[in-house]
């Protein structure tokens, strides 16, 4: 079986190849192509994938190319995990944002508009060779922001296209690990966007669990979450959000944060992974060593700015393995070999929330079989969650028509409607800001 890897040349490449080298059984991956626009990241992460290779007969091939159509071609799955405008234009989003007051984080606010304005237009190229070269490929989508980049695909691949999060994975797993549970065993009622979602139940043998975790300060206050969030008001919300939610409830303080800060996360990670891949320029360097300790550091400053503004302290050593690898080879391993599993996924809404048409991408548990993910169906969104989930959809709606359009206006109404755009004349300077520092975006007239 054919996995193509978009972004091959991707820093998190490794992990996905790490996960595919575990898996031993009939019908499993045994041909690797590498795509990515610079030949010289991919020819790096290659001598990393040598290494992690070695010794192991049944390992799989690997070949990288800079040609987009060659990759595709026979491909039975592509796993796309691009990064339009590399961490410079990420730097460049969360500097903009900054400056006029408002977040700049990449899928979050302002800065997620604008990396989705730079990355629809190429998605949906992507989505269309596809659809031409490997008609019967399954796409698994990782490029942020996930949800709006596979709802963009899915209108050309249909259900064809998955997007994948380990965010709901690791909120999962770290509720049932404070509860004494399994996560493996555990059913977690998760409903959303992505970067969006709110744990609302979490069953372990039948029985709902949550109620017990929220009525207990001690428990509820021990992990991540109540941690940022803080006992209170996880308490007040009857449900553990999705981290990412710190941007909206603790706004202020999360763009106090990042402005005072010595570095934002993608000049940090811009600079981290430059060392990285110039230490590449060695021959004689240890790839996987290389690899794994500037991974380690990446993990551990993970959300750094959000736990400084919220006191919650370091990342708990067992929240520093990554896991959206292990969603993805579920996932092909559920399809593949038909092996029913549940995942929580981003895929079109059908009639799960009734708030949203059926077209909408929304990121729900799901069955997954030999005939795609079909997502569970869940109990409508309290209030609060109902009015975030609708604008936010919103938005990325916006987001869509501007880049299928080209309008500059719709690019302006994308970002003066998110909540977290506090005025129409920030949204228009937002949108000179970027149009200016990123030639991506230079078809918005």
């Known amino acids: 079986m054919k996995l193509t890897i978009l972004g091959g040349g991707g820093f998190r490449v490794p992990l996905v190849y790490g996960a595919l080298l575990t898996d031993h059984a009939e019908g499993r991956v045994t041909e690797v192509v590498l795509h990515d626009l610079d030949a010289g990241r991919l020819g790096a992460v290659a001598r990393v994938l040598a290494e992690q290779a070695a010794g192991r007969p049944d390992a799989p091939t690997v070949t990288a190319t800079t040609d987009l159509d060659a990759a595709l071609r026979g491909a039975d799955f592509v796993f796309s995990a691009i990064r339009v405008g590399g961490l410079e234009g990420r730097a460049d989003d969360e500097r903009v944002a900054l400056a006029e007051g408002v977040l700049g984080q990449e899928t979050v606010g302002a800065g997620g508009i604008a990396y989705g304005l730079r990355t629809v237009p190429v998605a949906v190229d992507i989505a269309r060779r596809v659809a031409r070269l490997a008609p019967g490929a399954w796409v698994i989508n990782f490029t942020n922001p996930a949800g709006l980049v596979t709802e963009a695909m899915s209108r050309h691949l249909g259900d064809r296209v998955i997007g994948i999060c380990d965010s709901p994975v690791g909120l999962g797993r770290r509720i049932a690990r404070v509860l004494g549970g399994n996560p493996k065993e555990a059913w977690i009622d998760y409903v959303g966007l992505n970067h969006l979602g709110w744990v609302r139940g979490l069953h372990i043998a039948g029985r709902d669990e949550l109620p017990r975790l929220l009525a207990d300060p001690d428990l509820l206050g021990s992990f991540e979450e109540g941690k940022l969030f803080g006992v209170d008001w996880l308490q007040s919300l009857g449900a553990i959000p999705n981290e990412y939610l710190h941007y909206y409830y603790f706004n202020r303080e999360a763009v106090r944060a990042y402005q005072r800060a010595e570095k934002t996360r993608g000049a940090f990670l811009r600079d981290q992974q430059a060392r990285f891949y110039e230490e590449m320029g060695d021959p004689g360097a240890r790839a996987l060593a290389a690899w794994d300790r500037t991974r380690a550091e990446r993990e551990a400053t993970y959300m750094a700015e959000n736990r400084e503004s919220a006191g919650a302290g370091e990342r708990d050593a067992d929240d520093l393995s990554g896991g959206y690898e292990k969603v993805a080879l579920a996932l092909m391993r559920a399809i593949a070999r038909d092996e029913r599993t549940t995942l929580i996924l981003n895929v079109r809404n059908r009639a799960t929330l009734s708030v949203l048409d059926g077209e909408a991408v929304i990121e729900v548990p799901c069955l997954v079989d030999a005939n795609g993910a079909h997502p569970v169906t869940v109990a409508p969104l309290p209030d609060h969650a109902t009015g975030l989930v609708c604008a936010v959809k919103a938005v990325e709606r916006e987001v869509l028509a501007a880049a299928e359009s080209g309008s500059r206006s ?33 078809y918005l007239k």
């Open 410 to 442: 719709t690019a302006v109404k994308a970002f003066a409607l998110h909540p977290l755009v506090d005025s129409v004349n920030v949204a228009r300077r937002l949108v000179e800001g970027y149009t200016d520092v990123h030639p991506g975006l230079s």
